[in-house]
């Protein structure tokens, strides 16, 4: 069974700071997704990784997959209040089908 | 474009009764899911559909839930009767394909289903 796990899944951080939010999967996928929910919403597309090595940033987002670690990372720079809100990785082992990490609930405070 | 769209967008019933979600894809989409997300965790999927056949219903409680693509376009779900533990966000979302190619999904807005 593929197991995706997420850490932290709090996270209180400061405007301006930095912080990397982690994602283990248990499979050898190497299709991985980050999205963003926003309170009472859907989920938001952020990023599509489909190889080993692939980075793909926006704005202050920025994702990265490593296959062979079995790992993806979601790096926030400089973190700004509408960056509120709970990512959710996701991995796709095969055919299409998304199994869902719990969620990382980013909060930035002035 | 328009997007993935569910109605209703909340529903709150008492248990052992009955309830029906509807959602209708983003135009073109062959690959509807639904997914049911409990609050707190991340979706989980109940059902795939390619056009109006199920992909993959392993994880749907057969015994009160049921699903179906008519002509594979709309979808609807429904939930008879409703336990307490059905108390979640139903999603849905849309793909152009499936069957091993990499297409991203789209979700709809939700239903949010309350049981009491």
């Known amino acids: 069974e593929l197991k995706v796990e997420q850490n932290p899944l709090f996270l209180s951080m400061q405007e301006g700071k930095n912080y990397t939010i982690y994602c283990n999967y248990s499979?050898?996928?190497?299709?991985l997704y980050w999205y963003r929910q926003d309170p009472g919403k859907s989920l938001e597309s952020l990023f599509v990784?489909?190889?080993?090595?692939a980075v793909k940033q926006e704005g202050r987002l920025m994702a990265s997959l490593d296959t062979k670690a079995r790992l993806s990372t979601l790096h926030i720079t400089a973190a700004v209040h509408d960056l509120s809100a709970t990512y959710f990785c996701a991995v796709s082992e095969y055919s299409d089908q998304l199994t869902f990490g719990k969620g990382t609930k980013l909060s930035v405070i002035p | 474009e328009a997007g993935v769209a569910q109605s209703p967008r909340y529903k709150i019933i008492e248990k052992r009764q009955s309830v029906a979600f509807w959602c209708n894809p983003i135009s073109g989409h062959a690959t509807l899911y639904w997914y049911q997300q409990i609050l707190g965790q991340g979706p989980k999927l109940l059902i795939q559909f390619q056009n109006n056949g199920v992909v993959d219903d392993s994880q749907l409680p057969k015994d009160r839930f049921s699903a179906e693509r008519l002509k594979g376009v709309d979808s609807t779900l429904k939930i008879q009767p409703a336990k307490l533990e059905d108390s979640a966000v139903y999603l849905c979302a849309s793909s152009l394909g499936g069957g091993g190619s990499v297409y991203e999904q789209f979700f709809g807005p939700g239903t949010r289903l309350t049981v009491l």
């Open positions: 990784l489909l190889s080993n090595g």
């Open positions: 499979t050898t996928s190497d299709r």
